[in-house]
């Protein structure tokens, strides 16, 4: 599951517990080790905060629920390929939020390589270039940036 980089946010720990609002990405620019291939689900429509629109929600055996932002198929069962990603504020837009539950079994960051620019006010700017990678925690090179958290859920606890 992918881990926003917010400041302030609780920190995720190996055997954490946790329910997180839960949104589905697209494998299209993730590493292929965070990806999840052919996830057996059944989608739902529901009702929005909109009148009249609709959001989709894919439910796999009461473990895993996510939203799915782009969803242009017919309800039912289906299988989606991807990652869970964690929403914190999801609750804010949606009126149903799908919520996934697990225990955190693993952590690790998705990286980038990152040419760094120096400001003029002593910050820098950074260009990221080539593909994804999944780095474990304490391991990210000095010529790479972390652009996600990353957490492995064993969901069936």
């Known amino acids: 599951m992918l881990v926003d980089l917010e400041p302030g946010c609780e920190r995720l720990h190996v055997g954490d ?3 997180s609002t839960t949104t589905w990405c697209r494998p299209q620019m993730l590493p292929a080790e965070v990806v999840s291939w052919d996830v057996p689900v059944r989608v739902e ?3 929005a905060n909109r009148t009249g629109e609709y959001d989709w929600i894919a439910r796999n055996h009461g ?3 996510a939203l799915l932002s782009d969803w242009k198929e017919s309800p ?3 299988a989606i390929s991807g990652c869970l990603m964690y929403d ?9 939020v799908p919520t996934t539950h697990g ?3 693993r952590r690790a960051f998705v990286t980038r390589q990152a040419h760094r620019t120096p400001t003029p006010h002593g910050g820098y700017s950074v260009t990221l270039s080539g593909p994804p990678t999944l780095t474990e925690c304490g391991a990210v090179p000095s010529d790479s940036t972390v ?3 990353c ?3 064993d969901t069936d606890q």
Do not use: K, M, Q, S
């Open 17 to 19: 517990r946790i329910d």
């Open 45 to 47: 429509r529901v009702a």
């Open 63 to 65: 473990h895993i629920c």
């Open 76 to 78: 039912g069962p289906t």
């Open 88 to 96: 914190r504020y999801l609750h804010l837009f949606h009126r149903t």
């Open 103 to 105: 225990r955190i079994v």
């Open 147 to 149: 652009t996600w958290n």
């Open 151 to 153: 957490v492995e859920l």
